[in-house]
């Protein structure tokens, strides 16, 4: 596979905070809706919870039983996750640019299925490289090597996009390309490039920027 050539990247998407709009899906909507639901599990443990079916060592239906919720109450759970602003713009400009395109995803297996389905993005994203099936999460190397390997080709071949330095961080470290997704503005400027808005990746002027290739014409 590494023998893959492209004269043009891949684009890697992050989800929670990049495809969806909360970046911080537990503290900002888990947590919250839990509590709301009536558990008795802290915060901690709910914290807890999630890291474990996040890395797959327990399933969906059993971190919601850890919480003493019905499984049940998941789907009103993940109706509360949005789209961020231009992402089906985005998708659906992308094939000028970009070989193809996939996400790189801490989360639980099971959501992130029946999320990326009920969002429609299957059709336009047709690799999902999900910590609950892998077993490892971002910034773990180990998550990026595993996706660069199924994509075949060098580790410069890819554009990873992320709300979180630290992920970017060990991804740059690995020879991929990194741009940060900031819409807010609230991150310092640092050693990634930055995007304020998903349509920007449409743009050849910042993906060769990003990825030290000559814009196409």
Not at 41 to 64: K, M
């Amino acid at each position: 596979m590494s023998r893959v050539r492209r004269s043009r990247p891949v684009l890697a998407l992050d989800a929670m905070g990049v495809l969806y709009e909360t970046g911080d899906d537990v503290g900002g909507l888990l947590v919250p809706f839990a509590q709301g639901r009536g558990s008795p599990a802290t915060v901690a443990e709910i914290e807890r919870a999630y890291l474990a079916a996040s890395y797959g060592q327990i399933d969906a239906a059993s971190f919601w039983e850890r919480l003493g919720l019905d499984p049940a109450v998941e789907d009103e759970y993940l109706s509360g996750h949005r789209l961020s602003a231009g992402v089906h713009a985005l998708l659906d400009g992308v094939g000028g640019l970009f070989d193809s395109v996939c996400c790189l995803s801490n989360d639980v297996a099971a959501w992130s299925v029946k999320l990326r389905r009920a969002h429609a993005l299957e059709p336009a994203i047709p690799l999902w490289f999900v910590s609950g099936e892998i077993g490892l999460r971002k910034p773990d190397p180990g998550i990026y090597r595993h996706m660069r390997v199924h994509l075949g080709g060098p580790a410069t071949g890819i554009l990873f996009v992320d709300d979180r330095v630290p992920n970017l961080d060990v991804a740059r470290k690995l020879g991929l390309h990194t741009l940060l997704f900031d819409p807010a503005g609230k991150t310092e400027p640092g050693a990634h490039p930055r995007i304020a808005r998903l349509e920007e990746l449409l743009d050849p002027k910042i993906v060769a920027r990003a990825t030290g290739r000559r814009p196409r014409r």
